[in-house]
């Protein structure tokens, strides 16, 4: 209660309230059973209404860093107004979440839910505080709690074992509202979901919902600004920006791609506003990006000509040609 006396005393327009309660969280981290986690997350809430603001609870707020690093990403009808570059909602409501929600007995999760949930909070929120949870676990408990809840279902999702995109993509089939995100998935350990793979799950379910609704061109610049700020590289197999990820090489993708890019694309680089890349150097590529090659340089060249160029560069490759 203290430290949302203090929060409120500082103008701000909502609070997230958060516990642990998980066996774990409960023994080794505040000790509270969860009859005490209950009634003070209502009196918590109480107090909060009675200065007007709005209350969400909230699991592992991302608010443990810089809050540029997670916009929220709305589900697929639109909850506020997106007022930064890339389109995603700030945060300007409350909540009350468990921590380490999958871990979490669930009938003492319904419970707390339940009982937020009647003295009016504006948003509950899960979190995989680990990274545990699996796709088909975050559906059945997210479909389970929009069950049981009338208000909002923000989920949190840590990407120990990689599941974090899959996780929050389910999340939102099940009927969450939001997905806590940050660029390149930023965060604790192995960080959390990343908002450029997740916009690349969801433009390929509803790309004309997705592509109306945020500015994707902006995604590589903001990766870009981020990543020099902490200092770290994008990964070369970074959904989306990553280097590799409209580089084609194998002869058999670059003749298809040449062909018609959506054989070997299930994104198309344009809407990000970026370009794809037919490696024609490459000791794995066909003739034909060679060829393609040569048309855009404007050179004429026989079918012939281009496969004798080509046989003839793989065995200097190989190095069964001298020069």
């Known amino acids: 209660m ?3 006396k203090l929060a409120v005393e500082t103008g701000v327009d909502g609070l997230d309230v ?28 109480e107090y909060i209404k009675s200065k007007g603001l709005e209350v969400r609870c909230k699991s592992c707020s991302p608010s443990h860093s810089d809050p540029r690093l997670h916009p929220e990403i709305p589900e697929i009808s639109p909850m506020q107004q997106c007022p930064d570059e890339i389109g995603c909602g700030a945060l300007t409501s409350s909540a009350v979440s468990s921590e380490d929600s999958f871990r979490s007995d669930l009938v003492d999760l319904l419970s707390l839910y339940k009982a937020v949930d009647k003295v009016g909070v504006h948003r509950v929120g899960i979190a995989d505080t680990v990274g545990c949870a699996t796709p ?5 408990l997210v479909r389970t709690l929009r069950g049981v809840v009338s208000c909002d279902i923000e989920t949190h999702f840590h990407n120990d074992t990689g599941c974090a995109v899959a996780n929050a993509y389910c999340a939102l089939e ?9 660029v390149l998935g930023i965060g604790e350990r192995n960080g959390i979901t990343p908002l450029g793979g997740l916009m690349a799950r969801m433009v390929v379910t509803a790309p004309e919902y997705v592509k ?10 903001i990766e870009d600004m981020v990543a020099e700020a902490v200092q770290i590289n994008v990964p070369f197999n970074n959904p989306i920006t990553g280097f590799c990820a409209f580089t084609h090489k194998a002869g058999i993708h670059a003749k298809a791609i040449l062909n018609n890019p959506s054989t070997y694309e299930i994104l198309d680089p344009a809407d990000f506003g970026l370009t794809r890349y037919v490696h024609f150097a490459s000791r794995l590529t066909g003739w034909n990006a060679v060829k393609t090659r040569v048309k855009q340089l404007g050179l004429s060249m ?8 080509y046989v003839t560069r793989a065995s200097w490759a190989l190095g069964t040609r001298k020069y």
């Not at 088909?136 to 059945?140: E, G």
């Not at 099940?174 to 940050?182: K, L, N, R």
């Not at 026989?302 to 160029?309: I, N, P, S």
């Open 18 to 45: 958060v516990i642990g309660t998980s066996s774990f969280l409960r023994e080794h981290s505040h000790g509270k059973d969860m009859a005490y986690i209950e009634k003070t997350a209502i009196e918590v809430i």
């Open 2 to 4: 203290r430290d949302a």
């Open 174 to 182: 099940a009927g969450a509202t939001h997905i806590d995100t940050s």
């Open 212 to 221: 109306s609704k945020y500015k994707l061109h902006k995604l590589k610049e």
């Open 136 to 140: 088909r676990q975050v559906y059945d």
């Open 302 to 309: 026989t079918d012939d000509q281009v496969k004798e160029w």
